[in-house]
């Protein structure tokens, strides 16, 4: 047959009721009350493993309800259209990243211990990769892990951890070799109570819910039975994951982006400027449809990338080099794009648009989180450059 | 989950469109750009290929072949030259379409099967001296006189306006009216061998000189009853649904050009040397040349997610609008990037760069503009 294969199907736009609704009763009533807060109650997270929002991608043996990569789309669009960004992204790190990478490296006694207790909604996990001198350039973590016996002893720092200053459990990236090459990084799962585990919620402009957080490691022992994955394949896990990583980063900026979008377009209509509602003057009526064409583009780019994903997840035979290369695409276009959309959205409100009491400052501090994290734009543009066989011999 | 919306059978034509192009057209298009010129027989020779009608029924003379078959067709096209792409799409998803959606047996027979067949050339009608996107202020007028019409009138900036045996035009048949703005017009297939018409000038343009572009004139031409295109009166409704194929053509074959811009400036950054080097290896240069790419890919999905809509029948005119506004703004951007980034070779006259430079500025004015594509945007988007 030709044509495009639908991503969804009729179970998907169930689930997006499912989630939906999850996210109209359980958090946009309390955004602004949370973020006011910079804090919201832990127990969103057992309350959305109640509404399966963590199981999409893992298997019924673990608790999960799938593999299905496209219902996790749905629950990473529908979240990130919440009120509260910040607090979406909390559950994502949780879900995307530390339960992610214990479903994919971990061995059966870790998925009982960590995955079965994270898609529960019981631990909250988080990944522990970037440092103080390390963020996009990973191969350049100074975390040390040495080996001592049956143990490992960590010493080092991590910084910008979402769930961090929370989580139950870090996955966490140290150097276990001074060798030149990918081979010297290495996962551990370090626990909360860990002797020597320190660590700060750190205070953004941006994502003010999220428990970002610093992390300090002073002598921590971990015992072998918490590395995740043979030692020295750490580097090749973090690049792994970064693919399905940048796809919900551009999932979740579009979401946003819509959002920016449609509170633009319905303050334009109630505000009024020289005797009319500003919907009325042209100029913000082509902005706005120049603003949709962009989202619109964007989605398609992301959505192509996202087809990659679940045709590789599903064993076909995918081109590796074209899924990086797609993928860092839909990364590197989306976010400038929410970013300025939730500015446009800003724009439109005039004066109001400085207020707290209005979301769009809320959406503009919060895109502009996404050039930077996961990979900045100027990595994307590397990545695309060397796949395209260009960039630095 | 497939990544390709296309099939072995579309691979197979793929490859003969591709031999076709490679061997009839390529080769010749800077010798047509200089002559301002190009010979009848690219529609014959694409009609005997069966191109000229990949998407309409075996009925109508067509090869009964599905929306990305015409997709492959354009892509190909476009791939080489915006200007044969915009002529042949002018044939195909312009000129045509209105005879077999809105045309009678006589006039598939008389006019349809041998356009398909390459063996007539035809031209759409709409834009006049004093009138462009703004389609309900047309005056060239038909006026009913027995079983005839009687036209008078004139048309500009009409592409195969000059070789065209017959032109599917936009009418006025009735009083301009405000309580209906978008009655009193209706469509005509008109030969133009007949008396009273006239090709009054053939413009000489920037770009897309292969082409010929032509103000028409209409001097009390007689039209038999026969030439009416559809319902008379309702020729604004029939234009208004031949503009979405047309835009859906005009996207595909220009991001099709696109693409094949941004590979021809990755394979020159690699090769071209300076300070020591490829300049693809400068990082400044790889940059710009990863967001042209990225640009490319993104406005590439919105088209194919358009073409997906079109061949499952889905009329989507949102999406459409958005498609050809997008695809005239990135490949603008784009060819323009190539050129900065060919230098001094991107401004040599006859090379593939600067005449794409020339010849993709018609991207966001034919076909509606840029501008026209944001109004209808903001009405489908329920603005103002």
Same mark, same amino acid.
């Given at each position: 047959? /030709?044509?495009?294969?639908?991503?969804?199907?009729?179970?998907?736009?169930?689930?997006?009721?499912?989630?939906?609704?999850?996210?109209?009763?359980?958090?946009?009533?309390?955004?602004?009350?949370?973020?006011?807060?910079?804090?919201?109650?832990?127990?969103?997270?057992?309350?959305?493993?109640?509404?399966?929002?963590?199981?999409?991608?893992?298997?019924?043996?673990?608790?999960?309800?799938?593999?299905?990569?496209?219902?996790?789309?749905?629950?990473?669009?529908? =979240?990130?259209?919440?009120?509260?960004?910040?607090?979406?992204?909390?559950?994502?790190?949780?879900?995307?990243?530390?339960?992610?990478?214990?479903?994919?490296?971990?061995?059966?006694?870790?998925?009982?211990?960590?995955?079965?207790?994270?898609?529960?909604?019981?631990?909250?996990?988080?990944?522990?990769?970037?440092?103080?001198?390390?963020?996009? @350039?990973?191969?350049?973590?100074?975390?040390?892990?040495?080996?001592?016996?049956?143990?490992?002893?960590?010493?080092?720092?991590?910084?910008?951890?979402?769930?961090?200053?929370?989580?139950?459990?870090?996955?966490?990236?140290?150097?276990?070799?001074?060798?030149?090459?990918?081979?010297? =990084?290495?996962?551990?799962?370090?626990?909360?109570?860990?002797?020597?585990?320190?660590?700060?919620?750190?205070?953004?402009?941006?994502?003010?819910?999220?428990? *970002?957080?610093?992390?300090?490691?002073?002598?921590?022992?971990?015992?072998?039975?918490?590395?995740?994955? @043979?030692?020295?394949?750490?580097?090749?896990?973090?690049?792994?994951?970064?693919?399905?990583?940048?796809?919900?980063? /551009?999932?979740?900026?579009?979401?946003?982006?819509?959002?920016?979008?449609?509170?633009?377009?319905?303050?334009?209509?109630?505000?009024?400027?020289?005797?009319?509602?500003?919907?009325?003057?042209?100029?913000?009526?082509?902005?706005?449809?120049?603003?949709?064409?962009?989202?619109?583009?964007?989605?398609?780019?992301?959505?192509?990338?996202?087809?990659?994903?679940?045709?590789?997840?599903?064993?076909?035979?995918?081109?590796?080099?074209?899924?990086?290369?797609?993928?860092?695409?839909?990364?590197?276009?989306?976010?400038?794009?929410?970013?300025?959309?939730?500015?446009?959205?800003?724009?439109?409100?005039?004066?109001?648009?400085?207020?707290?009491?209005?979301?769009?400052?809320?959406?503009?501090?919060?895109?502009?989180?996404?050039?930077?994290?996961?990979?900045?734009?100027?990595?994307?543009?590397?990545?695309?450059?060397?796949?395209?066989?260009?960039?630095?011999? | 989950?497939?990544?390709?919306?296309?099939?072995?059978?579309?691979?197979?034509?793929?490859?003969?469109?591709?031999?076709?192009?490679?061997?009839?057209?390529?080769?010749?298009?800077?010798?047509?750009?200089?002559?301002?010129?190009?010979?009848?027989?690219?529609?014959?020779?694409?009609?005997?290929?069966?191109?000229?009608?990949?998407?309409?029924?075996?009925?109508?003379?067509?090869?009964?072949? @599905?929306?990305? /078959?015409?997709?492959?067709?354009?892509?190909?096209?476009?791939?080489?030259?915006?200007?044969?792409?915009?002529?042949?799409?002018?044939? *195909?998803?312009?000129?045509?379409?209105?005879?077999?959606?809105?045309?009678?047996?006589?006039?598939?027979?008389?006019?349809?099967?041998?356009?398909?067949?390459?063996?007539?050339?035809?031209?759409?009608?709409? *834009?006049?001296?004093? *009138?462009?996107?703004?389609?309900?202020?047309?005056?060239?007028?038909?006026?009913?006189?027995?079983?005839?019409?009687?036209?008078?009138?004139?048309?500009?900036?009409?592409?195969?306006?000059?070789?065209?045996?017959?032109?599917?035009?936009?009418?006025?048949?009735?009083?301009?009216?405000?309580?209906?703005?978008?009655?009193?017009? /209706?469509?005509?297939?008109?030969?133009?061998?007949?008396?009273?018409?006239?090709?009054?000038?053939?413009?000489?343009?920037?770009?897309?000189?292969?082409?010929?572009?032509?103000?028409?004139?209409?001097?009390?031409?007689?039209?038999?009853?026969?030439?009416?295109?559809?319902?008379?009166?309702?020729?604004?409704?029939?234009?208004?649904?031949?503009?979405?194929?047309?835009?859906?053509?005009?996207?595909?074959?220009?991001?099709?050009?696109?693409?094949?811009?941004?590979?021809?400036?990755?394979?020159?950054?690699?090769?071209?040397?300076?300070?020591?080097?490829?300049?693809?290896?400068?990082?400044?240069?790889?940059?710009?040349?990863?967001?042209?790419?990225?640009?490319?890919?993104?406005?590439?999905?919105?088209?194919?997610?358009?073409?997906?809509?079109?061949?499952?029948?889905?009329?989507?005119?949102?999406?459409?609008?958005?498609?050809?506004?997008?695809?005239?703004?990135?490949?603008?951007?784009?060819?323009?990037?190539?050129?900065?980034?060919?230098?001094?070779?991107?401004?040599?006259?006859?090379?593939?760069?600067?005449?794409?430079?020339?010849?993709?500025?018609?991207?966001?004015?034919?076909?509606?503009?840029?501008?026209?594509?944001?109004?209808?945007?903001?009405?489908?988007?329920?603005?103002?």
């Amino acid at each position: 047959m /030709s044509g495009l294969d639908p991503i969804f199907g009729e179970e998907h736009e169930v689930y997006r009721q499912t989630v939906r609704r999850f996210v109209e009763f359980e958090i946009n009533p309390f955004a602004e009350t949370w973020e006011q807060a910079r804090d919201y109650p832990r127990e969103l997270f057992t309350k959305a493993a109640t509404a399966s929002l963590f199981g999409a991608k893992f298997d019924e043996m673990w608790g999960g309800t799938g593999p299905d990569y496209a219902a996790e789309a749905v629950v990473v669009e529908e =979240l990130s259209r919440s009120l509260t960004f910040g607090t979406a992204s909390d559950l994502g790190a949780h879900s995307q990243l530390a339960s992610l990478y214990i479903s994919r490296f971990g061995d059966d006694d870790q998925r009982e211990r960590y995955l079965r207790r994270s898609i529960s909604g019981e631990a909250i996990g988080a990944l522990g990769v970037t440092e103080p001198g390390a963020g996009s @350039d990973v191969n350049n973590v100074r975390t040390r892990a040495t080996r001592d016996g049956g143990e490992w002893v960590l010493n080092g720092s991590k910084v910008f951890i979402t769930n961090g200053s929370w989580a139950n459990y870090v996955v966490v990236a140290a150097r276990t070799s001074d060798d030149p090459g990918h081979d010297n =990084l290495t996962l551990f799962i370090v626990d909360e109570d860990s002797h020597g585990f320190t660590r700060n919620r750190m205070r953004m402009i941006a994502w003010h819910t999220s428990h *970002t957080g610093e992390l300090f490691f002073d002598d921590v022992r971990v015992p072998d039975s918490n590395r995740l994955g @043979d030692v020295g394949s750490g580097f090749r896990q973090i690049m792994n994951n970064f693919q399905w990583e940048r796809v919900v980063l /551009s999932l979740s900026a579009l979401a946003l982006a819509e959002l920016s979008l449609e509170t633009a377009i319905s303050y334009a209509r109630d505000r009024s400027a020289f005797g009319r509602p500003v919907i009325q003057f042209q100029v913000w009526q082509h902005r706005f449809a120049d603003l949709a064409v962009l989202v619109r583009a964007s989605k398609a780019l992301t959505y192509r990338a996202l087809r990659y994903h679940i045709a590789a997840e599903q064993g076909l035979p995918v081109a590796r080099d074209e899924l990086v290369r797609v993928t860092a695409m839909a990364k590197l276009h989306s976010q400038r794009l929410a970013w300025r959309v939730a500015d446009e959205c800003v724009q439109v409100h005039g004066g109001a648009g400085a207020l707290m009491e209005y979301p769009a400052q809320r959406f503009w501090r919060d895109a502009r989180v996404g050039p930077i994290g996961g990979g900045t734009d100027d990595i994307m543009r590397n990545v695309i450059a060397k796949s395209l066989g260009l960039g630095a011999a | 989950m497939k990544l390709t919306p296309f099939t072995e059978d579309h691979d197979l034509l793929r490859k003969t469109v591709r031999e076709w192009v490679d061997t009839e057209i390529a080769p010749h298009i800077a010798a047509w750009e200089e002559a301002g010129d190009f010979p009848d027989d690219v529609f014959r020779g694409a009609g005997e290929l069966g191109l000229l009608g990949l998407a309409f029924p075996e009925s109508a003379g067509g090869q009964g072949g @599905d929306y990305w /078959s015409q997709v492959v067709f354009l892509e190909e096209i476009g791939r080489v030259s915006q200007p044969i792409a915009m002529v042949l799409s002018v044939q *195909t998803d312009m000129a045509t379409p209105p005879i077999l959606q809105f045309g009678d047996k006589t006039q598939i027979e008389r006019w349809l099967k041998p356009a398909l067949r390459g063996e007539l050339i035809g031209a759409i009608g709409i *834009t006049e001296p004093d *009138t462009g996107s703004d389609v309900a202020s047309i005056r060239t007028s038909a006026v009913r006189d027995g079983d005839e019409w009687i036209l008078n009138g004139s048309k500009m900036y009409i592409t195969n306006g000059a070789r065209a045996d017959f032109i599917t035009m936009v009418v006025r048949t009735g009083d301009l009216d405000d309580a209906d703005p978008w009655g009193g017009i /209706s469509m005509f297939v008109v030969d133009t061998s007949l008396p009273g018409f006239s090709v009054s000038k053939k413009l000489e343009k920037a770009g897309m000189r292969l082409s010929d572009t032509a103000l028409l004139f209409m001097d009390d031409v007689r039209l038999p009853a026969e030439a009416l295109l559809g319902v008379e009166g309702a020729g604004f409704k029939q234009i208004m649904w031949e503009l979405q194929g047309e835009r859906m053509g005009v996207s595909v074959f220009g991001v099709a050009g696109a693409r094949a811009v941004v590979d021809q400036t990755i394979a020159y950054a690699r090769q071209r040397t300076s300070f020591g080097q490829p300049i693809g290896e400068f990082q400044a240069v790889s940059h710009r040349l990863a967001e042209m790419a990225t640009e490319v890919e993104a406005v590439e999905a919105l088209v194919y997610e358009c073409a997906d809509l079109w061949n499952r029948g889905i009329y989507a005119t949102k999406e459409v609008a958005m498609a050809k506004l997008a695809v005239g703004q990135v490949t603008n951007r784009v060819i323009d990037e190539a050129v900065q980034t060919f230098g001094g070779a991107g401004l040599v006259e006859g090379n593939f760069i600067s005449r794409e430079w020339l010849g993709m500025r018609i991207g966001r004015i034919g076909g509606g503009s840029d501008e026209v594509q944001r109004q209808i945007l903001a009405r489908l988007m329920g603005l103002g």
